[in-house]
Structure formats: C-alpha cells, structure tokens
C-alpha cells in the first residue's frame, strides 16, 4: 500500500530523547558513540508491523526515526513536514531513562500541543509506577493527553498502534507483569542512515536477553525485566548477524545486562563461531556479565571463538561492606584478580563499573585506597565510574522514599555524575570531586601506557580508541556514556527554567567553548601519540621484519618494492623520525640492534626543539634558529603524524587472527 492511494496514514515518529546539560541545553553531538537499542527496537517492532499490514491493507504506514543525541528535535517541523489530510501523528518518546525524563516530558508536551498522538515509555515511568505507583510528574503528562506505557510492548505493539490509529489511547498501559517471550520477536534494526551519525558506523546493538537472576538493590532492571531470563532465537540472531555483514555491520555491543545467564548463550555463541569460522563473517563484539561468569565451564573459551572484544563487569566495588549492603552477594573481590586474569588470557579486553558513593565510602577510601587496588592490583583495561544515584524503579529508591530520605527533585540530575542525594560521610563537593579524580587517576598517562603494555594486539586499538573516547569526555564535562565527539549547542534549544541568551552572549560564550575545547583536542591528540609511541612500536612485529631488511640507504628501493607498504614501510619511516639520520648513513647492525633493545620511543625530543624553536621566534631572535634541524624536525613531524594516524585509521580492520591487516 502506497502512501498515495491509502485512505488514511498512521505516521509514527519514533524518539530517543537527550537530556539537559548543567546550563540547561539539551546534549547532542556532531557524532554519537553509542546507539540506542530501545529506539532500534521500536524500529524493528514497527517495520514488522508494517510488513503485516496490522493496521490493514488501505492504511499506509510511514516510521520516522530520531534520536536527539545525534539529531535536531524540531517539534514544530517534524509535526508540518509531509503533513497531509487524513494523516494521524503518532509521536513515541522511547526508552525515557530518569536523567532524561525532563526533556521528554518538555517533548511530550510541545507535540501534544501540536496536535499529535503522543506515547512515552521506558525505564522511568516503568520502575516509577511498579515500584511506588503514580506520582506527580507522570500524572501532569497523563492529564495532558500523553499516554504512559510501562513495561515492554513486543506483545501488544499492534493493539497499540490499532488505538492510535483510531484515536482511542487510554491514559496508561501497564505491561510490566506481562513480559514477553522474545525467542522469535523481530531484531532490534538499525538503519544505515541512522548508524551513519556514530563515530563507529560498523557497530549496531542486540539484546540477546532480558532479566538478570541477582538481586543488587541500586538496579532497576530486575524490577523492569524481571529476574526471569528471556532470550531470542540463536538462529534468529545468526540470520540477523549475517543480514547486517552484508550492510558493513561488523561490531556489536550485546546489551544483555547479563549475557552469561541467557541460558542460551551457548547456542548464540556456536552460531556466531559457525559464522565466523564456515562463512567467514568475522565479527567481534562487546558484552556485559557478572563476576561469575568465569567459572561458567567453556563461556570465556567460546566468548573468544565467537568474537568477543571486551567484556563489562559489574565491579562496583572494593569494599566488602558496600557490597553487601547493596546485595552485591555474588561479587567476590578475593576473585577480581582470577576473573580479569582469565579473560585477558583469551584476549578478551576486560572494562569494569565502578560506583562511588557507598555509604561506606569516603574520599580518601576510594582515592587514596580503592582506586590504587583497582589499577595496581586488579588491573582492568579500562574503568567507568558512576556516582551512587537512587533511581526510581529500584529497591534503593524505594526505601529511601518510605524512610523520607532527602533526594533530589530534579531528576535530569539522576545521570550517576552530579549527586542526587546527601552522603552520610561526604559533602556534595567532596563526593563529586571524588568521582571527577577518580575518572583523571585511572586515565592518567602511566596507568594508560601500563594498560596498553599488558594489552593483546587485538585489543590494543580498541582499547586506543576507548581512552580517546574517554578523555574527550573529560575534555567536555560530562560521562562518556553520553558523550559524543563535537557538542553541538542550539540558542534557543534551551530548558524553560532557563533565559533565553541574546545572540552576541550565545556566540561570545559558545566561541570561548569551542575554542577552550580545540585547544584541549590538539593536547589529547599529542598525549595519545606519545602513548602510542610508548606502547606499539617496539611490540609490532612488523617492525622487527623491517629493521632485518632495512639496514642501508641503498636497501630502500627494493623494500619499497617488496614489502607492504603498511606492514614495513610506515614502521621504517617511523624509526627514521625518532632516530635521526644514523639510519640514512647505514649505521652497523649492531648499533641499530642496541638502539632496538632499548625500545624507547617518545616525542620529547621533537617537544623540545618546537618549543625552543617557537621561544626563538617569539623573541625576535630568529638568527639563533637551527632551520637545517627544523627542516629535518619537521619532516620527522610529518612522518611520524601520517604512521600514527595510519595506525588509527587502520586499526579496525582486523582478521580472524586478530592482526591488523
């Protein structure tokens, strides 16, 4: 059925909303990091939907989809754009999670007024309404118009868009008792177009399973999805899987919150080894798991056949007494050590999260003690610190609002970096500054060249790219989680608590930001060079194959000829930068030797000459300039700067072996 001769269109606009920032502009990046699932999903649901016709064979069906992350939300467009007699709006705010409830509620409201149909569900108004019923910010929306859906939708999406169709939506849905068997639910899909906004284009989401069987009371997912595990079809996934390969999805992140108890994780990881080992679909993947999970017989064994990169664990903490208090049982800090341990030794990056803001906790307990344990004793690969937030839909939050404990009112605080609650033992400031010198410890540059020195070259680049993410993060403000590359910020796309700035305030105060975050760039970008200096080159044995052949001046032509360029060339050129011209003059192979065994490689000397040549120049005393040494410095600049950034531009592109190629 074609929109042109239908007798009436339902068009769905699906939205992921954002959230607002400490000035109150709502976060959206040129490019994103991480897609949503939940907005995949919904994509997916709907599609299918529309395939069946569910709706009928004289209504057409026309799906949008945004997610303000990495999209522009123009109500007032969106709602005019291809608008037609006869055309229902049908606008879906999904996944709402409760640091972006203000800024869906403030969507919500400005499409209902526009006419549209407007839908809103997902983690908040779900754990809100099961755990402590109806509450006043849900109840202003519903006295609105908007309608409130809790719980998953995969067995009711078609009754749903029937009612909205037909203009009969109640006030709320409440399927949280009523979850679903996902074993042949249609697959998250993520559009091309839509993969296009993110930094790694290759990558899309699956959920695998739902649930988790553990009982930590910080969670809200046990309370949403249950603490039975649901899975979908191994084979729907591999078809899913080999669908994509063919659309240059290579990476997934599995979004499970525990992968390791979907009791079919086994089936799953068998198809993707098939996949990988008989059809040549060589994908990797990211998961999340308990701290358990290495004593699964074969999981780890498996995880690595089918693909697996990295693995995030649910750490949360150091200190035994936290656990405990937050029904943590299951974390066994005597192990943390054997689990990293065990995955590092079938190349499987390990990432864990980290809460701050136990009640046990202090600032130099978790400074001056429990992060050094974490990075000299532990030793994950990578870290992500989250401050201790009591989100609705959790037993936590639950308690606290029966006891009367004071919270905050604003929940676009409740992201797990500003506190939203007193702490027993520290002030606001102090817990804040606890996690913000967390997050710069463990990301410091010795930690990070330490990482870096015990990671496997098949992690290597990955891990490369997660600190870039990472410091970028830091660079902006804000937690990597919701961060992208490149704020973007609209004048007037601005909270109502908040004035709207004039023109020449806006653009003098976003110059200076911009400005202040360029600046901070082009440190990142030397400080990951040295790092990488540091940690690759004398680890590459490609670079070993280089020095055996590229001994003379003379040797240049037929390595050029004969070797890749990528595999030695770029790697000679490189040692030609860092040690000066004794290899031009055919230095003897033992001194060449004796400079390889050192394996030292840095940008302090290049540093150095820059920063005297510059004081030179500033000065006015340019006779004292050394141009042969410049020209000769700035032509080792060039060479270095084009191999470090071939080995990043490279970097994903590994074969089934794990080698760049």
């Known amino acids: 059925m074609t929109t042109a001769t239908a007798s009436r269109t339902l068009r769905i606009v699906l939205i992921k909303p954002s959230k607002y920032d400490d000035e109150g502009y709502v976060i959206r990046h040129w490019k994103g990091t991480l897609p949503s699932n939940t907005l995949a999903a919904l994509m997916g649901l709907t599609q299918d939907a529309q395939e069946r016709q569910v709706l009928g064979s004289d209504v057409a069906v026309e799906i949008e989809m945004w997610d303000e992350t990495v999209h522009r939300i123009r109500p007032d467009r969106i709602m005019k754009r291809g608008k037609r007699e006869g055309m229902i709006d049908l606008v879906c705010l999904v996944g709402v999670q409760t640091n972006q409830y203000p800024r869906a509620s403030d969507l919500a409201k400005q499409f209902a007024g526009l006419g549209a149909k407007v839908m809103l569900g997902g983690f908040h108004v779900s754990g809100?309404?099961?755990m402590i019923g109806m509450t006043p910010e849900i109840q202003e929306l519903i006295d609105l118009g908007v309608t409130i859906v809790c719980g998953e939708v995969e067995e009711h999406w078609d009754e749903l868009l029937q009612a909205a169709l037909e203009e009969r939506l109640e006030p709320t849905y409440n399927f949280v008792d009523d979850k679903p068997d996902l074993f042949e639910k249609p697959i998250p899909l993520m559009p091309k177009r839509y993969r296009n906004r993110f930094t790694f284009n290759h990558m899309a989401t699956i959920d695998t399973s739902r649930g988790c069987p553990f009982n930590c009371?910080?969670?809200?997912i046990i309370n949403v999805q249950g603490r039975k595990m649901r899975w979908r079809s191994p084979d729907w996934i591999a078809k899913k899987v080999r669908e994509n390969w063919a659309l240059g999805v290579t990476h997934y992140f599995f979004v499970d919150d525990n992968l390791a108890r979907n009791k079919s994780w086994e089936q799953i990881f068998d198809r993707l080894i098939e996949l990988r080992e008989s059809e040549g679909i060589h994908l990797t993947f990211m998961m999340q798991v308990d701290l358990l999970s290495h004593t699964i017989p074969n999981f780890v064994e498996k995880a690595r056949r089918a693909g697996c990169t990295q693995v995030f664990l649910g750490m949360e903490s150091l200190n035994p007494a936290n656990l405990a208090d937050s029904g943590k049982n299951q974390n066994k800090i005597s192990d943390y050590k054997v689990l990293i341990d065990k995955y590092r030794a079938h190349e499987i990056a390990t990432h864990c999260g980290y809460i701050i803001g136990f009640d046990g906790d202090t600032y130099d307990s978790v400074i001056s003690h429990d992060l050094l344990q974490l990075m000299n004793e532990v030793?994950?690969?990578?870290?992500?610190?989250?401050?201790?937030?009591p989100l609705p839909g959790s037993a936590d939050h639950k308690r606290w609002t029966r006891e009367?404990?004071?919270?905050?009112?604003?929940f676009n605080r409740y992201d797990s970096f500003h506190a939203a609650m007193p702490?027993?033992?520290m002030t606001a400031e102090q817990w804040t500054q606890a996690y913000r010198d967390?997050?710069?410890?463990?990301?410091?540059?010795?930690n990070m060249k330490g990482i870096l020195q015990r990671s496997q070259d098949r992690n290597y680049f990955n891990i490369m790219k997660n600190f870039i993410w990472y410091k970028n993060a830091l660079i902006e403000g804000e937690h990597p989680m919701?961060?992208?590359?490149?704020?973007?910020k609209a004048r007037l796309e601005r909270r109502p608590t908040f004035p709207i700035e004039s023109r020449w305030t806006y653009t003098r105060r976003r110059t200076r930001e911009v400005g202040h975050i360029l600046k901070e760039w082009v440190k990142l970008y030397w400080e990951m060079q040295e790092l990488w200096l540091a940690t690759w080159p004398q680890r590459d044995q490609r670079v070993q194959l280089a020095k055996q052949h590229i001994v003379r001046w003379r040797d240049i032509g037929r390595n050029f000829v004969t070797l890749r360029w990528h595999r030695s060339l770029p790697q000679f050129f490189m040692r030609v930068a860092l040690t000066g011209r004794e290899r031009l003059l055919g230095k003897s192979q033992d001194a060449i030797d004796a400079v390889r065994r050192q394996a030292v490689y840095s940008r302090r000397t290049l540093n150095r000459h820059w920063r005297q040549t510059l004081h030179w120049f500033g000065t006015l005393r340019w006779h004292r300039i050394d141009v042969g040494q410049t020209l000769v410095n700035l032509y080792r600049e060039v060479k270095v700067n084009l191999w470090f950034l071939a080995h990043i531009i490279k970097s994903k592109a590994f074969d089934a072996t794990g080698r760049m190629g």
């Open 128 to 130: 809100t309404i099961e």
């Open 217 to 220: 009371s910080f969670c809200t």
């Open 379 to 389: 030793q994950p690969d990578q870290a992500s610190f989250f401050m201790m937030t």
């Open 404 to 410: 009367g404990r004071p919270m905050d009112k604003d």
């Open 423 to 425: 702490h027993p033992r």
């Open 438 to 446: 967390a997050w710069k410890t463990f990301y410091n540059f010795e």
């Open 482 to 488: 919701i961060t992208g590359f490149f704020r973007r």
